[in-house]
């Protein structure tokens, strides 16, 4: 059979398409059916550490809409991820709502906070709205620890169970719950992207004064923006919350903040594929890392534990160091460039 | 091309299989190793005290694998960094229960264990707080949490005790107080003022404070304190925050005596008190003994196995909670073929039918119930020998009366 050298588009739609091979199609399918089978075949340790790189996927998407393909940087991230978890948890305790209602209810809340958030980037921009998204996380920081009555202030709050199936384990349950989120959220922000709405904001990213010239509303679809962002926050939160149990203050600090944004920064910026690879990345190194350094302690005489504890802290920030250095555009180039190589292997061009 | 694609998808369902299905495989017997986990804050914002805690209990399991392990068993401490990092706690959590398999938990009772109660609960894993610093661990009864000392609030309540003796001594009929709180402890406040604590116990509470944890100076909440002229100052915070305030407090010529949290106990604080040129007239409550105090068994023992004479207090609090759960392993009559489960559940039983336990001296004698599982209500109270460099106890019984120490959780 002749096939041709090379992947050809003929339209513009053809080019815009999500799959741009059968194999892709086929590989992706392969690979969905091996997610779901998972929970049957690994242990609970890895479905829960499958749980949490799915949740980090979710608020990384959503802050990838923001910062990677509408260039608004956030700091205040975390606090729309915690607005989701406490507005679930406090419908899921006092109100007798389906979660799944609360789940939407909390990714609302979560967007209209967004949105007051996002109202300083109607006049300003790079380091200064950070600054005012870094505002508004100290906010939500104080007004969770003044609201005790609702919040539980500073001890943090308990999250009734929700209703699981009975022939499943609560464990499993999550797994789907988080799986079919993931894939929805990166199916609607894919699409999202390749919709007016999506070119617009590329458009506010690239240049916002050639976007204005052009008819942009900037000012309308960078509150969007700021809008689906806090949205897909609040559905990161609320599932958090829903499957910890527990939630409390410390939990959505600016450091969740700044994982969120060295998750979308590893992974890849202005790319879906980078926030599910940078979860991956923040999740599995140092939880592989700390496995080996279980390991290795094991196998020496004497006890380094303390430091290999703290070679652990080392070496997640050097591949951290390397990665923005050798790999700026993320670990979606990286993976990328290794596709090519092989595929051109073993010639070089 | 082709060939490299099947090759990629071959290592991609090999890695699969080493990954996924290898662990899930493995069964869950004891086998000749007694595994325990650990999840201590060795690197994160408060490895002050969980680097000396995590070093304790895993001093404590050496120990006892050279003193030849449980009933013929040698043991085995997996520690955790979850640099106070909640979902970090909860993964590494899973990891040790069902990766390592440990028959039991160790932590130091603060921001992630009322997370854990509930999983812990799910897969029968006793924990153990050594250090017990939230009300939530110690409030009310969880059927796998144990633990081996009281709250904040407790150890305020210990601290109002002292205020109140201390003040007679020194003549002062209604000794006025002060307390200083970082964000954390805020609600340890509020609850003491809901059950009337400082009233009940013969002290007005005249101000409160919030000094940040992260604050470069306590100038102005000192100075309101000041104003006050106030006889006592609690301080229920971390080393930080509490040397600025006694550095303001030596700065404005304060009179009134300091007391605060097991938390400030250690020579760091000393030494930052020192080079501060701050306020000396310093008392520090605790669950557990100084290794200062040379004549109490568990210390000779610390000392002797460590070859050091000095070690911070929280070493002993870690040393103490891993002693406890040896207790409750050597009473389980664990054996390696008993399954994980099987296992942890007997070391729970074993853990509530704890009577007395002497502890070497190290905390009150501690029993624990299927009612109770918090261990001992005393503290003991500490005042700096600046001379000696050393935490020497202050002579009294500040144990809190029944009807505060009941009243605590009712709120």
Redesign the interface.
């Known amino acids: 059979m002749l096939r041709p050298c090379g992947n050809f588009k003929r339209s513009y739609y053809q080019d815009e398409a999500i799959f741009q091979t059968n194999?892709q199609r086929v590989f992706l399918i392969?690979f969905m059916i091996?997610l779901i089978i998972?929970p049957l075949?690994?242990?609970?340790?890895?479905v829960?550490?499958c749980i949490?790189i799915g949740i980090y996927i979710i608020g990384a998407v959503g802050l990838n809409i923001l910062t990677g393909f509408t260039g608004l940087i956030s700091l205040g991230h975390g606090a729309l991820v915690g607005v989701g978890a406490y507005v679930a948890a406090i419908l899921q305790n006092h109100l007798s709502f389906p979660w799944p209602l609360n789940l939407i209810f909390a990714g609302t809340a979560a967007s209209l906070v967004g949105l007051v958030f996002g109202l300083p980037s109607l006049r300003i921009k790079g380091l200064y709205l950070a600054m005012s998204t870094l505002a508004g996380q100290m906010i939500f920081v104080f007004a969770v620890?003044n609201t005790?009555n609702y919040t539980g202030?500073?001890?943090?709050i308990?999250v009734q169970k929700i209703s699981t199936f009975i022939w499943m384990s609560?464990k499993t349950f999550f797994y789907y719950l988080v799986f079919l989120t993931v894939i929805l959220s990166v199916f609607c922000a894919r699409n999202l992207l390749r919709t007016k709405i999506g070119r617009n904001l590329i458009a506010i990213r690239d240049n916002d004064l050639s976007a204005m010239v052009l008819g942009v509303e900037i000012g309308k679809y960078r509150l969007l923006s700021f809008i689906i962002s806090s949205f897909y926050a609040g559905i990161a939160g609320a599932i958090w919350a829903f499957y910890?149990?527990?939630i409390?203050i410390?939990?959505f600090s600016l450091?969740l903040s700044v994982l969120y944004l060295s998750i979308i920064l590893i992974g890849g910026l202005g790319t879906i594929l980078g926030s599910i690879y940078g979860a991956i990345f923040v999740?599995l190194v140092?939880?592989t890392l700390?496995?080996l350094a279980?390991e290795l302690n094991?196998i020496m005489s004497v006890?380094v534990?303390?430091y290999l504890?703290?070679a652990?802290?080392g070496i997640f920030g050097l591949l951290i160091i390397l990665f923005l250095i050798f790999k700026p555009e993320g670990l979606r180039k990286f993976w990328e460039d290794t596709k090519s190589y092989?595929?051109l292997?073993p010639y070089s061009y | 091309?082709r060939m490299?694609?099947l090759t990629?998808?071959v290592f991609l369902l090999m890695g699969?299989f080493v990954?996924?299905?290898c662990?899930?495989l493995?069964a869950p017997k004891v086998g000749t190793t007694i595994k325990v986990g650990g999840l201590f804050d060795?690197?994160g914002p408060t490895s002050i005290v969980g680097?000396p805690f995590?070093?304790g209990a895993?001093d404590y399991f050496?120990y006892v694998n050279k003193k030849g392990g449980i009933n013929g068993l040698q043991t085995?401490i997996?520690?955790?960094?979850y640099q106070?990092?909640?979902?970090?706690s909860?993964?590494?959590f899973?990891?040790l229960?069902?990766?390592?398999n440990m028959l039991g938990l160790i932590g130091w009772g603060s921001?992630d264990v009322?997370?854990l109660l509930?999983?812990a609960e799910?897969k029968h894993v006793p924990i153990i707080s050594a250090a017990a610093r939230?009300?939530?661990v110690v409030g009310k009864l969880h059927p796998y949490g144990f633990s081996i000392a009281g709250s904040y609030a407790e150890e305020c309540l210990s601290q109002l005790a002292w205020i109140r003796n201390d003040a007679k001594n020194r003549g002062i009929a209604k000794p006025r107080v002060a307390f200083l709180h970082v964000?954390?402890t805020?609600?340890d406040l509020?609850r003491l003022k809901k059950i009337n604590a400082f009233k009940k116990s013969g002290v007005e509470l005249v101000i409160s404070e919030l000094i940040h944890s992260k604050a470069m100076s306590a100038a102005s909440e000192m100075a309101r304190v000041k104003e006050k002229n106030v006889d006592y100052v609690m301080c229920e915070m971390t080393v930080k925050p509490t040397v600025l305030a006694l550095k303001e407090a030596k700065k404005l010529g304060m009179k009134a005596r300091f007391c605060g949290l097991f938390f400030t106990a250690n020579k760091i604080m000393l030494k930052l008190v020192d080079a501060a040129k701050a306020q000396r007239d310093y008392f520090a409550s605790s669950p557990v003994a100084f290794t200062d105090q040379g004549d109490i068994e568990g210390v000779k023992i610390i000392q002797k196995f460590t070859g050091e004479s000095h070690k911070p207090v929280q070493f002993v609090a870690g040393w103490a909670g891993a002693m406890f759960l040896v207790r409750g392993l050597e009473k389980a009559k664990i054996t390696s073929d008993m399954t994980v489960i099987d296992a942890r559940k007997a070391l729970r039983d074993a853990l509530e039918s704890i009577k007395n336990a002497r502890m070497d001296g190290l905390t009150m004698p501690i029993t624990m119930t299927s009612q109770n599982h918090r261990g001992t209500k005393g503290f003991r109270i500490y005042k700096v020998n600046w001379a000696g460099k050393a935490f020497e106890e202050f002579p009294g019984n500040f144990t809190p009366s029944e009807d505060l120490y009941n009243d605590l959780y009712k709120y």
């Open positions: 194999f392969a091996l998972l075949l690994a242990g609970p340790y890895m829960n550490l949490i620890s005790p202030g500073d001890v943090g308990s609560e910890a149990g527990v409390g410390e939990q450091e999740v140092p939880e700390s496995n279980t094991r006890d534990s303390n504890v703290i652990n802290n092989f595929k292997w | 091309m490299n694609r990629g998808i699969f990954f996924f299905v662990p899930a493995a060795i690197t680097a995590a070093d895993r050496r085995e997996i520690a955790i960094d106070y990092n909640v979902q970090k909860m993964s590494g899973e990891r229960s069902e990766k390592e921001v009322p997370l509930t999983k799910e939230s009300e939530a964000r954390g805020r609600p509020d």
